[in-house]
């Protein structure tokens, strides 16, 4: 596609449920990346994938969070027993390669643990 | 890790008035930085970029300064319009790593 697209936009969950937030990088990019940005900060880092490859995930806040890239495309992040704190605005960035070049964001998917 | 700060977190601007966004950051091996825009709702959206081997980098409307003398990043707008009303991030990344390193933000406010 055009541009990173990330799904769902919007996502509300129970304490305790599982959630998977997937996006989708530019055609041809091969980085990957998560950021989790909470309400009035700045986009902070969560893990990196260069193709398949997982090579940073110094980033994920424990390990209930866990991010695969099977087939170095589409990029699923998976949070298990979520928590009231893990409400936050979840962002993927893509480039086309990895640390030095241009990462391009998209639009989020925002997720609320009630 | 990385600090990537700002020193004013708001600022407002009349219509067609120039703005001036400022940034430091702490890591001195940086050497690539990316500054973004963030509208309400909307994800970062990728305004200009600059390298450490300049000091200064222009596009359309936007330029931005780097001084690595003192580890200081600014953006400057021209003739503000009130489009430009959003959440102005910069980024820093270092050749050591991959990732990119945020500051909070200067929110700006265009008044018509």
């Known amino acids: 596609g055009a541009g990173v697209s990330q799904s769902p936009r919007y996502k509300v969950a129970k304490r305790g449920q599982d959630v998977a937030l997937r996006c989708d990088p530019i055609?041809?990019?091969?980085?990957l990346f998560w950021y989790q940005q909470a309400l009035g900060q700045g986009p902070e880092f969560l893990t990196y994938f260069q193709n398949e490859a997982q090579l940073d995930k110094s980033g994920l806040p424990s390990d209930r969070f866990f991010a695969e890239r099977p087939e170095g495309s589409v990029s699923t992040l998976k949070i298990q027993r979520t928590q009231q704190e893990d409400s936050a605005v979840y962002l993927c960035?893509?480039?086309?390669?990895?640390?030095?070049?241009?990462?391009?964001f998209g639009e989020g998917s925002w997720l609320t643990v009630v | 890790g990385e600090s990537v700060g700002l020193h004013l977190p708001t600022l407002s601007v009349q219509e067609g008035d120039n703005s001036i966004i400022n940034c430091a950051y702490s890591n001195s091996a940086s050497d690539y930085f990316i500054w973004y825009k963030q509208e309400s709702g909307k994800g970062p959206q990728f305004i200009i970029d600059?390298?450490?081997?300049?000091d200064k980098r222009q596009g359309q409307r936007v330029t931005v300064l780097l001084n690595k003398t003192v580890k200081h990043l600014s953006l400057q707008i021209a003739a503000t319009q009130p489009g430009d009303s959003a959440v102005y991030f910069c980024?820093?990344?270092?050749?050591?790593?991959?990732?990119?390193?945020f500051g909070t933000g200067t929110s700006l406010t265009v008044i018509p």
């Open positions: 980024a820093e990344n270092a050749p050591t790593g991959n990732q990119f390193y």
């Open positions: 960035a893509s480039s086309w390669q990895g640390g030095g070049n241009t990462i391009y």
């Open positions: 055609s041809g990019h091969v980085s």
């Open positions: 600059i390298r450490s081997n300049m």
